[in-house]
């Protein structure tokens, strides 16, 4: 029988708890510690998870020895903690962006690689089975040559975000998954960044990324007072529409070619276009985070590679200081 994976969480804040959740729920692995420097907290979810904690995360890790640890701490935390954990060769499950900057986003995949462990930044949204969904039906050819593709990405203010910006907390999501779809990097960048209630970090952007065959416009802010995750994809022969939150993806075919066989007048067309019907996708609903975190153990469980260089592409378009830049 397989020795199960023993695994742990370093910051149990509020994704850190989720993280938490789904360990303690999941079967075939030991789910030893928690390791938070708040120690009311790190009681409070010890207690209510039956769990060892340690206000030390390196203690943690020399006492418990954990195969796999989750890094759910601020951002700003993230390269050293995450080097930390490579330097006791602990396989690591690190939540996104992977740094503060891509030179600490690259030194952390070469000390992994030098360590010979496996690091996963966890870009959540590539493992929602709607986006997978949209995946699939690109490359099937469903939708033809994307053109364009929108994102929007906004709500109201997080007040549990102290150290990021928008670029970084959100707007990452969706250029990493237009990267992700288009299996491609764009050629330039636009970004408009702007302080609109917070004075010192930008709550509110828009990008304009140009790829070799595409364009895609991302919209992200931290001042619409309503929640919306959604993606638009423009092609050649179709249109997709979908919903991160509930996974909804419906499909619209051009109706083009029928149009030129059949219309003779404008009036027709306009009639045409708007009896266009979207058929939606089935899709099997699950919870990202789960799907992401079973990935990750049945990757070291396997010892199948994982490159996290995606996780840096993100982050350096995201970071683009110029106003219009080339990458």
């Known amino acids: 029988?397989?020795?199960?994976?023993?695994?742990?969480?370093?910051?149990?804040?509020?994704?850190?708890?989720?993280?938490?959740?789904?360990?303690?729920?999941?079967?075939?692995?030991?789910?030893?510690?928690?390791?938070?420097?708040?120690?009311?907290?790190?009681k409070e979810v010890s207690d209510q998870y039956n769990v060892k904690h340690y206000k030390d995360y390196?203690?943690?890790?020399?006492?418990?020895?954990?195969?796999?640890?989750?890094?759910?701490?601020?951002?700003?935390?993230?390269?050293?903690?995450?080097?930390?954990?490579?330097?006791?060769?602990?396989?690591?499950?690190?939540?996104?962006?992977?740094?503060?900057?891509?030179?600490?986003?690259?030194?952390?995949?070469?000390?992994?690689?030098?360590?010979?462990?496996?690091?996963?930044?966890?870009?959540?949204?590539?493992?929602?089975?709607?986006?997978?969904?949209?995946?699939?039906?690109?490359?099937?050819?469903?939708?033809?040559?994307?053109?364009?593709?929108?994102?929007?990405?906004?709500?109201?203010?997080?007040?549990?975000?102290?150290?990021?910006?928008?670029?970084?907390?959100?707007?990452?999501?969706?250029?990493?998954?237009?990267?992700?779809?288009l299996a491609d990097t764009p050629q330039e960048v636009c970004v408009n960044r702007q302080r609109i209630h917070i004075e010192k970090r930008e709550d509110?952007?828009?990008?304009?990324?140009?790829?070799?065959?595409?364009?895609?416009?991302i919209q992200t802010n931290w001042i619409t007072p309503v929640k919306i995750r959604k993606l638009n994809i423009t092609g050649s022969e179709g249109y997709i529409q979908m919903n991160y939150i509930t996974q909804k993806v419906e499909l619209y075919q051009s109706n083009y070619d029928k149009f030129k066989e059949e219309s003779k007048g404008f009036s027709d067309y306009i009639l045409r276009f708007g009896a266009t019907v979207g058929e939606e996708i089935p899709v099997e609903k699950k919870e990202p985070l789960v799907e992401e975190?079973?990935?990750?153990?049945?990757?070291?469980?396997?010892?199948?590679?994982i490159n996290s260089e995606f996780a840096l592409e993100a982050l350096q378009i995201a970071l683009v200081e110029n106003t219009s830049s080339k990458i």
């Open 293 to 305: 975190i079973k990935y990750f153990i049945h990757c070291v469980a396997s010892n199948k590679p």
């Open 58 to 181: 390196m203690q943690m890790i020399e006492v418990e020895k954990p195969d796999i640890v989750s890094i759910c701490v601020p951002t700003s935390f993230h390269y050293k903690v995450g080097i930390d954990c490579i330097n006791t060769k602990t396989n690591i499950l690190l939540e996104k962006p992977i740094a503060t900057t891509v030179e600490e986003g690259k030194e952390l995949i070469k000390s992994a690689k030098k360590n010979n462990i496996k690091l996963l930044v966890g870009h959540i949204e590539r493992h929602n089975p709607a986006v997978k969904k949209v995946k699939e039906l690109i490359e099937e050819g469903k939708i033809g040559k994307i053109t364009s593709i929108i994102a929007r990405r906004v709500g109201g203010f997080p007040y549990q975000i102290r150290d990021a910006n928008i670029m970084v907390d959100l707007a990452i999501h969706d250029i990493d998954i237009i990267n992700y779809l």
């Open 204 to 217: 509110s952007v828009e990008y304009f990324l140009k790829y070799k065959h595409a364009s895609a416009y």
């Open 1 to 42: 029988m397989a020795k199960k994976l023993k695994c742990a969480v370093i910051g149990v804040g509020k994704m850190g708890i989720n993280h938490v959740r789904v360990y303690s729920e999941l079967a075939g692995i030991d789910f030893v510690a928690i390791g938070e420097v708040n120690e009311q907290l790190g």
